[in-house]
């Protein structure tokens, strides 16, 4: 079961806050890996395949709508859920603008995290199996069309 | 001391607008006034003279006409009759009695007289003393002998009464006689007598003696001695204007000389400053004149200054209550950025202690955990890290949420919610003034498009203004509703049950400035920002009330707001 564990990728400048929520987000049944800046996120994904990545708007260096462009470009399967301060809904509506899942206000509430990874992760793997009937389709009827010919 | 040297300043702003106002004026009129006083002389000189002329010829004229005519009367009963026919009984009274009522009884008697100078015939009230009386000598008599015809001056004679005698010599027979008339000087003096004009104005007659022909207000009466000084003063000035000094008087005076009587004089004199009197009458009226028309520039002038003044003063109010509020909405916005500021730091440590709460709390549910003392206290306590911190986020959340709504920008308005909102906020100071707050919403209020901001400030200025309009406790209702004819606008109400607004009052609501509040509790602003910022999206604001029962404010709210409140 353990690769039907949801990988999450946490990105958030704040060290304290992305371990301990990583430690939470286990416990509730993620494969949680944690990452300090939006160019470790980047490196990371390049390396390992990833569900969602959580991902802070503020963060020195590479901004996180930085990141989260880069990531639309690069892996176009992972899914972005944005944590914003408040005052950075201007920064949370162009995240979603650029593809991002969702975003929540930092201090979020953690069920409802939870319950918009899960959507995440639902949403990812429904459009995989759709990329996959679509592929498995398109391989038939490639089939097909060999026999026929 | 700022209060002192704006007084000061307007002290000398004020002075200064009287002194450009009233000086050019002022000037006028003194230059006006310099040039009507050293013109007097010259002025009382020519007016005096034309008026002394006029009199003096007019009195002339009467005085010769009468004299002559007096001597034509008496030549021409002379020259009418014979000596003998005068000398018969009863003629001389006849002729004597119609040329009495003739001339009105100015001849005193008549007579007639043989070459010696004696008394033929004699008609009058004197016969006895006066009959057997010789004339020879008399220097009429001797005149009339040697000129044929003579007006003789006042004298006494015989009958010791002032009379002058006008007489003709005649020849018949180869004997000179004399007719002679006698003129009552007093009767004659009365002509003149009723023409004194002003107070000292006279006219009167001087023989060439300077001896009193007629009586004078001044000098006497007849045969008193005036002075030669009156007789020379003929030769010299004409029938111009002399003055002279008598006891201290200054008089003016003309001389003529009577055509019908060449040793007479016709003096028309008044004092002096009587003559002047006229003048400074006029004078003393333009100075009034002067006066008042100094005191209605200067009233006019104090007056327009204190309308300008309150001008001013209102216009400087009203520029500091402008800046007052400037400065009170730049206040709130950098109160607005410094609070998103703290709320945004204080989101990231509250975001770890919500989560370090939680880890302790998914710990704790581990199996073993299951025996840790003091279980249910320490959930209990971590329980209540988690509630508090997020009442932490609740308030960072509204803090960042107010700073937000501060920028303005054109939203979807659920107006429920919006009223709802501001309401909420106060509930409760309203529930402390005992004033409950009736929401009376429409379900099924469309979306519109507006400033939500901006209608905040304006429902929390009209709660604000119902609350303050309800003394002792009342209704405040907030209706929403659709606008009436479903334009797909939105229509909202705030009604007080306080003390309504007079009608006078009004009219003047929506004006900047007007309040009706204690000086320092209200700035008569809220209102016309109201109607400022409704207008400015596009709707209206409305105002009914009764007095006594209270106020209603409607705002209509259209569906867009127009693209300029963008």
């Known amino acids: 079961m353990s690769q039907d564990r949801p990988k999450l990728l946490l990105v958030d400048d704040e060290e304290r806050f992305r371990t301990t929520l990583g430690k939470r987000l286990v416990e509730s049944g993620f494969d949680v890996r944690d990452v300090g800046g939006g160019q470790e996120a980047l490196d990371l994904l390049g390396k390992e395949p990833c569900d969602v990545v959580i991902l802070d708007i503020r963060m020195p260096g590479l901004s996180g709508l930085e990141t989260l462009a880069e990531i ?51 949403a990812k793997r429904a459009r995989e199996e759709r990329l996959r009937k679509a592929e498995e389709r398109a391989a038939l009827d490639r089939l097909e069309k060999s026999i026929r010919f | 001391m700022a209060n002192l040297m704006l007084d000061r300043k307007k002290k000398i702003f004020i002075v200064s607008i009287l002194l450009y106002s009233t000086l050019p004026a002022v000037l006028v009129g003194f230059l006006a006034f310099a040039y009507a006083i ?34 034509r009367a008496v030549g021409f009963v002379a020259s009418l009759h014979t000596l003998e026919q005068l000398r018969a009984p009863g003629t001389l009274e006849a002729v004597f009695n119609t040329t009495g009522r003739k001339f009105d009884h100015i001849f005193e008697d008549m007579g007639v007289l043989g070459e010696d100078g004696r008394h033929i015939a004699y008609a009058g009230p004197y016969s006895q003393a006066l009959l057997d009386k010789d004339y020879g000598q008399e220097p009429w008599f001797l005149e009339v002998m040697r000129t044929g015809q003579v007006i003789s001056d006042v004298f006494l004679g015989y009958r010791r009464s002032p009379h002058f005698v006008i007489a003709v010599k005649r020849q018949s027979g180869g004997r000179s006689w004399v007719l002679r008339a006698t003129v009552n000087a007093a009767h004659f003096s009365s002509i003149l007598d009723n023409e004194r004009f002003g107070r000292t104005g006279e006219v009167f007659i001087v023989n060439a003696e300077g001896v009193l022909q007629t009586r004078s207000m001044m000098y006497g009466n007849m045969l008193r001695s005036v002075d030669k000084e009156i007789v020379t003063a003929a030769e010299d000035t004409g029938d111009g204007l002399a003055g002279r000094s008598r006891q201290g008087v200054n008089m003016l005076f003309t001389v003529i000389r009577l055509a019908a009587k060449p040793d007479w004089f016709l003096v028309v004199q008044q004092e002096a400053s009587e003559v002047h009197q006229m003048w400074t009458i006029k004078l003393k009226t333009f100075s009034v004149i002067f006066a008042l028309g100094m005191i209605f520039i200067l009233a006019a002038a104090v007056w327009a200054i204190r309308i300008l003044q309150n001008r001013l003063e209102r216009l400087d109010r009203e520029k500091h209550l402008m800046d007052a509020q400037i400065i009170q909405s730049q ?60 009442r932490c986020r609740e308030i960072t959340h509204k803090l960042l949420s107010f700073a937000r709504k501060m920028e303005s920008a054109i939203r979807d308005v ?38 939500p901001s901006l209608l905040r400030q304006v429902l929390l200025n009209l709660i604000n203004n119902a609350i303050d309009a309800i003394p002792k406790g009342g209704t405040i209702t907030v209706r929403t509703l659709p606008n009436e004819g479903g334009d797909g606008g939105v229509s909202f109400s705030v009604s007080d049950t306080g003390m309504g607004i007079p009608k006078e009052n009004l009219e003047k609501i929506f004006d900047p400035f007007f309040t009706t509040k204690v ?26 009330s009764q007095p006594g029962a209270g106020t209603m404010f409607l705002v209509r709210l259209p569906a867009e707001a127009p693209p300029e409140a963008r």
């Open chain 1, 72 to 122: 639309r470009k690069r892996h176009i399967g992972v899914e972005v859920i944005m944590l914003t301060g408040h005052a950075d809904v201007p920064g949370a509506i162009e995240g979603m603008r650029l593809g991002a899942f969702d975003y929540l206000m930092k201090p979020h509430d953690f069920e409802s995290l939870q319950e918009k990874l899960r959507q995440a992760v639902v």
């Open chain 2, 38 to 71: 050293t013109d007097m002389d010259r002025e009382i000189d020519a007016r005096a003279t034309e008026y002394f002329r006029l009199v003096s010829h007019k009195y002339e004229t009467v005085i010769d006409f009468s004299l002559s005519d007096l001597s």
């Open chain 2, 331 to 390: 206040k709130l916005a950098a109160i607005g950025q410094l609070s998103a500021g703290i709320a945004h730091e204080v989101n990231n440590p509250l975001a770890i202690i919500g989560e370090e709460a939680g880890w302790m709390q998914d710990l704790l549910k581990r199996e073993s955990m299951s025996q840790m003392p003091e279980m249910a206290e320490l959930q209990d306590s971590l329980r209540e890290i988690v509630a508090q911190a997020g």
């Open chain 2, 414 to 451: 659920d107006m429920n919610a919006l009223v709802d909102d501001v309401v909420g906020m106060r509930e409760r100071e309203a529930r402390l003034s005992n004033i409950e707050i009736v929401k009376d919403f429409s379900p099924d209020l469309p979306i519109i498009h507006s400033e």
């Open chain 2, 519 to 544: 000086p320092g509790k209200g700035t008569g602003l809220g209102l016309s920002i109201c109607h400022g910022i409704i207008e400015k999206l596009g709707g209206g604001i409305s105002v009914s």
